[in-house]
């Protein structure tokens, strides 16, 4: 069973304009999310993350916001640009441990001239 | 500073070869982990280790055995390779106890069993 799931494959935007990405999470017991971007032959590279303990947490142009009741997180980026196109992982963890991450299948982001 | 490297960066094996791929760190982390990316399934834990001389079986660990001799070295050992093992593979590492649960990655490896 998916413990993380991003249901859309592919999202595609504009230049200038805002992207949105969307994660769920079933696991009660993830307490730490965070945001991965990758570009094709590289390995992931470490975004944004946000503690369970708060609602939004903001880096320049990228927001990742968090609605604990809904089991719900999304990146907002403002404003997209071409270099963003990228594939974008959702990942939670749980606090102490080996801090292990249970990543989401990945979303496809196309951010056209 | 190389960060995580990873070697090789492709190979072809045939059924029921072994081979053993190379995750280093330069980066004095303790946690280190061993991942594989299929199209349309994201990353699944292979295993992964919380210390020098430890490891521990992730989500999806049959068909795989590692060892962490060295801290700076995670190794993935596949003894009779599979068709189903063709993947791309990535190491990871990190520093526990920081605020930000942040795992470094490798390029990968990408492997075809044939």
């Known amino acids: 069973d998916q413990q993380v799931k991003q249901n859309s494959p592919s999202l595609s935007v504009q230049e200038g304009r805002i992207s949105i990405l969307n994660c769920d999470y079933t696991n009660s017991m993830f307490d730490y999310f965070l945001w991965y971007k990758k570009y094709p032959a590289e390995g992931p590279t470490f975004l944004i993350s946000i503690s369970s303990i708060k609602d939004k947490n903001e880096d320049g142009r990228f927001t990742v916001f968090l609605n604990k009741s809904a089991k719900h997180l999304s990146l907002h980026i403002v404003p997209s640009q071409p270099g963003d196109s990228a594939v974008y992982f959702c990942?939670?963890?749980?606090?102490?441990?080996?801090?292990?991450?249970?990543f989401g299948k990945g979303m496809k982001l196309t951010v056209n001239p | 500073n190389a960060g995580v490297t990873q070697t090789p960066k492709f190979r072809v094996l045939k059924t029921g070869q072994s081979m053993t791929l190379l995750c280093a760190q330069d980066?004095?982390?303790?946690?280190m982990y061993w991942y594989r990316q299929d199209p349309g399934m994201g990353l699944r834990l292979i295993h992964y280790s919380v210390g020098e001389g430890t490891t521990a079986k992730g989500e999806v660990p049959d068909g795989y055995n590692v060892s962490r001799l060295k801290k700076q070295n995670f190794l993935l050992g596949l003894e009779s390779a599979a068709p189903s093992q063709t993947s791309v593979y990535f190491c990871?590492?990190?520093?526990?106890?920081?605020?930000?649960?942040?795992?470094?990655f490798g390029p990968g490896t990408r492997l075809t069993v044939t």
């Open positions: 990871a590492s990190s520093y526990p106890g920081t605020s930000r649960y942040e795992q470094y």
């Open positions: 980066m004095n982390h303790e946690y």
């Open positions: 990942a939670a963890s749980t606090q102490g441990g080996s801090e292990k991450l249970v």
